[in-house]
């Protein structure tokens, strides 16, 4: 798409923008040197469009090998005093956790800012945690956008207010601005000033416990400024809702009150709107620390205050603790009287329902019976499953196949990424799945449990860089007896392709090299490893078999470009896309590979007789073919060659 | 949210769901109207339910339609409709592909013998009607197939869209945005199917 990149406008103009891309751009207002990420939904769009124009403007972008490491890369270019970012889904915030809690102690020079994508509603994410939690672990101040103005706008004070403070500082979001569009105005772009220098200074940088110690009194000195800086936030804004309308009339004639942060303070407006409640809001943009004084004053002159905020109830808890150190007499309600969902993402609906239980006012008509029950009866679910010709498939299906055959049970420890759709019937390919790197592990642990069946896990590739390696050197460290399957497709495929250091490409688009797994594994002592295309899956069956019964850890990579990769790179070099065919004659409709593997590409045909049906997005993996019993279905003609190892994700600039 | 136009487009991941939202957004932009969308990635990719919310006037506040608010329905896919006709004001529009894509689920359903046949695309219709929301139904796929390329089903739909007399974005509009979204070298293809879906419009029943 030969488009104008749309973060690129000029100063003044006023363009449509999502959440993510006014990040981005405020990145650039504020002229950042260095930017980091480890993809993962829904932040990873800030990285993708950064790396888009980091070459042109002068400055660094890159998809790091995990988030701790894209943390500390950002970190030391903080401290060597330029303006560098670091962007994360909620989930990262886990891992940079380690570096976080002492870089608050030690502080930084340039810029240092965190944005953290929490996601209410786990669209994509295996918990619900609320990362303002780790702002209050580490004594970093968190600001909360209410949109994508705000988003980009804040973006850019965030690293001034990092300076002033010399702490990193988190901008916190969630899904529903990463990827909302919004009308945004845009501001100046600043050219990155790449001036970095380390100036040595042990007694900040070096946390030994006898120079860390002293430094506590500075943190704590620090987060209290920043509270008081907060008092004057101008994005923490007060506003009187009159008759459904906001008024700028500031006096407090209202004795109710709502407090409201992030993406909740739209949804509060509208409700007023509707419903006509009268009620002082606070837009809450420093959700902590607190702004104190603003905070006291506004709950002085109310009765009543409810607390709209999504995943925990952290500002509720902040406010409690507030009011009863001021003494004042004011009944705060949220998520612990039940007015709030404790979980789940927030909407307009929901904010209107807990001022009907409050005021018996209606946001809407309640839903009639014929839009409800239509959806249960007739609409079927659309789960998200592996791509038709996913070579995930094939592995799954080989290994259980192997674990078929042995007879022995035994158990298959997941890890995150595409392949977790495996998951679902009729694969069933894997036994858990908890966190980046957990496999391999996990797996061990279960090995030395005293078990006699086989143990086995599963990872892929970009998962086996993020965090695979050090479990796999433990496991040879400690003799596991396990055999783990890394599923090697050479990008990181989940979140939309993006590179990794077995790519060969970096973000930047520059040829770095393709990090060898098989050498990988090698040099972590692993003695039995064997590389095996995916879709060979009688050698791949008789692999894990054989692997079994060998004692200690022995590791199968199974190889094969995702099928996305495959089909765009068939699309570019104008093949043809061979697909399934269903010979009538044979097929008698017994359904065996439907049971067996599922594909998407699978459908169902009655006419003449009940026979299976090729979708049209089927791409001719030919894994298919194997799974009939009466050999009814067959692909004219295989791929030549591997079509997607050599993908070049971005135009190459050296 | 009084005075501010509400749509849901919808449809099936791979569809581009995500692109037709983009267009309607770009081309209310063009004709100086405000407009917030909300969409959903992530798990998009192929065979997901994809759902965009879109805003579209001055008083657009927040990205999301609440239940019962939406004016038009934009969708892809028959049952993706039904799935989220819960947004659609009373006698609202439905604008609805005519191409059915039934859930891997639903086929797993047959397989493991839980259910006779597939919904069929009357059953789901009929369900729409009966809630009260007019309906507009195109051939898609036709449509795109006669334009040059049956990937081209999202921009006929925007076409039929288009036509919509309640729509607050005019035909040129839309089709500038279609312009500025599209692939360069598969412009004449998109723009027949954009005038394609406008043609084929009918007033809904």
Known sequence: MAKKNRILGGAGEKVLLTGNEAIARGCLEAGVVVATAYPGTPATTILEKLGDVATELGFHAEFSVNEAVAFEVSAGAAMSGVRSLMATKMLGVNLIADPLTVISVTGVRGGLVIITADDPQQFSSQNAEDTRFFGMLAKVPVLEPVDGQEAKDMTRYAFELSEELELPVFLRITPRICHSSFPIELGEIHPPKRNGKFLRDPKRFVMISTFSRPRQKILNEKIAKAGIIADTNPWNRTFNFQNGRAVDDNKAYNTFGIIASGMTFPYVEEVLEVTKVNARVLKLATTYPLPQNLVTEFLREMDQVLIVEENDGVTELLTRALAQRKRLNVRIMGKDEGLIPMSGELNPDLVGDALEKLFGVQFREELTEPYIKAEKELVSQRVPALCSGCPHRASYYSIKEALRRKGMGGSIMGDRGCYNQGAYAPLEGIDSCICMGASIAMASGISHSGTNEPVLSVIGDGTFFHSGIPSLLNAVHNRSNIVSLIFDNSITAMTGHQVNPGTGVNLMGVHTGNANLKKIVEACGVERVQVINAFDTKRLIDAVMEEIDQPGPSVIISRSPCALVVERNVRQRKLKMYRAEVDLDKCIGCKVCMKKIGCPAFGWGDDPKPHLEILPHCNGCGLCVEMCPFGAISVPEKREGALGISVKPREVRE | ?205
């Open chain 2, 1 to 205: 949210m009084k005075g501010s136009f509400n749509m849901i487009d919808c449809g099936v991941g791979g569809q581009g769901v995500v692109m037709m939202a983009n267009i309607v957004g770009e081309a209310c932009v063009r004709a100086g109207l405000r407009v917030i969308s909300g969409e959903l990635h992530g798990l998009s990719q192929r065979n997901g339910s994809v759902i965009a919310h879109q805003r579209i006037g001055e008083t657009a506040i927040s990205p999301l339609v609440p239940y019962g608010e939406a004016d038009v329905i934009l969708s892809l896919e028959p049952m993706e409709a039904l799935r989220y006709l819960y947004f659609l004001k009373p006698g609202g529009l439905v604008i609805t592909n005519t191409n059915m894509i039934h859930p891997p689920t639903e086929t797993q359903m047959l397989a493991k013998g839980e259910k006779e046949r597939y919904v069929r695309y009357d059953e789901v219709v009929e369900r729409i009607r009966a809630s009260g929301a007019r309906i507009v139904e195109v051939d898609a796929l036709e449509l795109a197939r006669e334009a040059g390329n049956p990937q081209t089903e999202n921009v006929v739909m925007v076409g039929a869209l288009a036509a919509v007399p309640e729509i607050p974005v005019g035909k040129e509009h839309m089709l500038e945005a279609v312009k500025d979204n599209v692939p360069k070298n598969a412009l004449d293809v998109n723009v027949r199917a954009f005038e394609l879906g406008y043609g084929s419009f009918k007033p809904g029943t």
